[in-house]
Structures are given as C-alpha cells and as structure tokens.
C-alpha cells in the first residue's frame, strides 16, 4: 500500500474500500466559463485553471492505481463558440502538450488524442502525433478527447463497417456489438466504470454514448477548476456503494 492510500484510510471520513477501484474513470469538465464569472475573470482564466485540476486527478490515479483515464476537453460542438476562445483552447493544447510531454513519459504515462483530430491545424496535429508516440510506452493511460462528440463516432464507426460491407469483407449478418465496439476510437480500452460530470449539470453532452452504457454516474456541483484529489476519493466512495447488475437481476 503506498503512501497516499494509506494518508487516506487513516484520515479521510470517507475511507471507500479500495479493493473496489474502477479501472476507468471518465470525466466531463465543466464548468471553466462559471469558474472565471464568478470572480470577474475572462472565461480563458478558467480553462487555465482547469489544467491544474487535471494534474491533481491525474496525480490521485496514478497513486491509487487506477489505469485509465478519459477526459473531454474539446467537443465537435465547441467550434461554435468565440473565435477567440477556440483559438485560446486550441493554444492552449499546443502549449500543454509541449511542456508536459516529456513529465508524463518520465512518470509512465500514455498519452492518447481520440476524436476528428485531422480538422486541427497541422502544427498541432504534429504535436500530438509527437506526444503520443513518446510516451506509448506508459503503464497508465490518459486519453483526451479532442473535436470529439458521440454521436460522430458512432457515424465514423458506422461508415468504416458501410466500407467493408460494400467491399465484400464482411456480410450484414457480421455487423454485431463487438464488431462496433473494434470500429470504435478507443476500440481496445475498457469502458469506463465511473462517469464525473462536474459543475452539476445533470446531462451526458454526447460523451462516449456507445461506451457508456453501464457505466456508474456521479455528478457534482463543484465547478472543475476546483476539483480536488478529496473529491476524486468521494466520487470513488459512493461508487463503492453501487451493485452494478449490468442489466441482470
């Protein structure tokens, strides 16, 4: 038991059994635009703030040993806000990838981008390319999804299938589960086991709607910026104290 799980069971109130960790935690991070409102700051403030927040998850899975996680940082819907606030994020992707690549491959960490990458400019697409492949090798893996949105993975996954139907290397009887969760972008990784949404509202956004499917939701008020290692652990508590059935009795 290392230090941290240790620190935790003796001093924490919410003292989760930890025998029962997801492997795979998802998190919507909401909420940077209220966080910057709230104190009179451009909504930029409040995305350069939610790093910090990422760090600090990141930090308390890697110490209590859980493998995966997949965060939502750019939606195919987020084109549509400010151009300059487009701009700031995806500046900001390009400044973070290139300071922080060579820590997360010193600390065996994997970097994935999943989602519509090729609409990125071409120097950030390098950059990503970069950062991946250094650091594949890592024993945890955080996956970013970046112009992602549900529903366009499941139309990507559908017109690779269409493909090979028409091209006569599968028949429509092969078209199963299975076959779609391989078309998929994380095609490999386990679904997630526990689902953040952070800011409180009570919605999905067209986050992983093929993976989620028995996935345990848990929502807080907490705006991400704000986000704690202590909120990580109750989130981990409460899905400590759900019988997952996945549809059986």
């Known amino acids: 038991m290392n230090w941290i799980k240790s620190i935790f069971l003796k001093a924490s109130p919410l003292k989760p059994p930890l025998k029962n960790l997801p492997k795979h935690i998802a998190i919507i ?12 700051l451009p909504r930029i403030a409040g995305h350069k703030q939610g790093i910090g927040a990422l760090k600090r998850v990141i930090d308390a899975c890697g110490e209590l040993g859980i493998r995966y996680l997949t965060v939502y940082a750019f939606s ?14 995806l500046n900001l992707f390009s400044e973070t990838i290139e300071g922080e690549t060579e820590k997360l491959k010193e600390n065996k960490i994997s970097l994935k981008f999943f989602g519509r990458i090729h609409a990125f400019p071409k120097e950030l697409k390098d950059k990503i390319s970069r950062a991946m492949e250094e650091t594949k090798d890592g024993e945890f893996h955080l996956n970013v999804m970046v112009n992602y949105g549900g529903r ?3 139309i990507d996954a559908t017109k690779r299938i ?37 800011a409180g509202e009570m919605r999905i956004s067209n986050f992983l709607l093929w993976e989620i499917a028995y996935t345990e939701l848990w929502v807080t008020k907490k ?3 704000d986000f704690s290692k202590e909120d990580l652990y109750q989130a981990i508590a409460d899905y400590n104290k759900r019988e997952r059935r996945f549809g059986r009795v």
């Open 223 to 225: 705006l991400w910026p």
């Open 152 to 154: 366009a993975e499941i």
């Open 76 to 89: 195919t819907e987020n084109w549509d806000r400010p151009k300059d606030e487009v701009d700031f994020l």
């Open 162 to 198: 269409a493909e090979d139907v028409k091209n006569g290397k599968i028949g429509v009887p092969g078209i199963t589960e299975d076959l779609f969760s391989k078309n998929m972008y994380m095609a490999g990784i386990p679904d997630p086991d526990l689902l953040i949404r952070t």
């Open 29 to 40: 991070m909401d909420g940077n635009g209220r966080w910057a409102r709230k104190r009179s």
